[in-house]
């Protein structure tokens, strides 16, 4: 089924198949293709396994297509992080046949996907203490943005700037993102909530599905859930966060990390207009320069910053203590 959705597109030809990862090993070796797809359950050596080993020996576009990787799933997020461009969902019986009708498209996207930014994380330890000075920190990101997210995250101390993060994601999977941040890092990590108080320590997640993640402005910020209409074919949407803290631009830091499309560059160059310090993502570690592209080119974003280096730039903004000298140098 996988060969004949790709057979019937022109832009795509199967290169190979492998019934394991070990055969697979040597046959990207041989015939090095611009994509994998990969099965968690295979013989020999589980898909995730052999995803990590992949990314770390020879990095390359990866889509995962299994049971298992259902959007929302522990072993897609896993995925995720560990690098694969996407997961697609393999349904069973009557399902079957329909489960595959994106994937062509998922492979073409993936094609286009940067690796050279992926490897060991080299984020500097978060800071013992950490002085807020007033500023919110606002961020989007699209494809290859769990990773990203992930690094960011893990370089936060647990009474972190407040921070609101829109992630192109369905709803089941940023609840199962936000479940897997608030294990793995410091700050308390939750979907955002109607009237939640947006204060240090805590990270928010738009919940997608029917809405849209704003920030109601005034002395004390707090975060609201509005139902519209999709928006640069998001919802949640980068460009509507950014856009609801116009009134309080002169407080907050914007970041742009990796993602297809445009979403959130408009918005970013009118809060840079007004007072907002804005960063993107530079193209060397994102995965798909898309969003950080249009922010650098459309003159919104000031910076652009290698990305185990935005957690340092962004506790560099937001913090009462002066920066150390070289700190948060513009890249």
């Not at 930014?117 to 203490?129: K, W």
């Not at 928010?204 to 859930?225: E, K, M, N, Q």
């Not at 007072?275 to 650098?296: I, K, N, T, W, Y």
Request: hydrophobic content about 45%; glycine content about 10%; some cysteine.
């Amino acid at each position: 089924m996988i060969r004949a959705r790709i057979d019937a597109d022109p832009r795509m030809v199967v290169a190979g198949e492998a019934a394991d990862p070990l055969i697979a090993r040597e046959m990207i070796k041989s015939l090095n293709p611009d994509v994998l797809t990969l099965d968690v359950e295979m013989p020999r050596m589980d898909g995730i396994a052999f995803l990590e080993k992949l990314m770390r020996l020879r990095p390359m576009p990866v889509v995962m297509v299994s049971t298992l990787t259902h959007r929302g799933s522990a072993a897609a997020l896993e995925a995720l992080s560990l690098g694969a461009v996407d997961c697609i969902g393999k349904g069973s019986g009557s399902d079957l046949a329909t489960s595959f009708s994106g994937l062509a498209d998922t492979i073409a996207i993936a094609a286009r996907a940067s690796l050279r930014g992926r490897g060991v994380r080299l984020v500097s330890a978060p800071p013992q203490r950490f002085d807020w000075n007033g500023r919110f920190v606002l961020i989007g990101s699209s494809t290859g943005g769990v990773d990203a997210i992930e690094t960011v995250l893990s370089g936060y101390p647990a009474l972190c700037p407040p921070t609101l993060i829109t992630q192109h994601m369905p709803p089941t999977f940023l609840a199962s993102f936000a479940a897997r941040l608030a294990q793995k890092f410091a700050p308390q990590v939750a979907l955002a909530e109607e009237g939640a108080p947006i204060e240090p320590g805590r990270v928010y997640l738009a919940p997608g599905g029917d809405h849209h993640l704003v920030v109601s402005g005034g002395a004390t910020p707090h975060c609201r859930l509005i139902t519209s209409d999709k928006v640069n074919g998001h919802r949640p949407s980068v460009d509507v966060l950014f856009e609801s803290a116009l009134s309080i631009a002169n407080r907050c830091l914007c970041v742009l990390l990796t993602g297809m499309g445009r979403d959130g560059s408009a918005a970013m160059l009118r809060m840079r207009r007004e007072g907002a310090e804005c960063l993107a993502q530079d193209e060397a570690s994102c995965v798909v320069f898309g969003m950080p592209r249009a922010a650098l080119e459309l003159g919104a974003a000031c910076a652009s910053v290698p990305l185990n280096d935005m957690a340092a730039r962004i506790l560099a903004a937001t913090s009462a203590v002066p920066a150390k000298p070289g700190m948060g140098a513009p890249a």
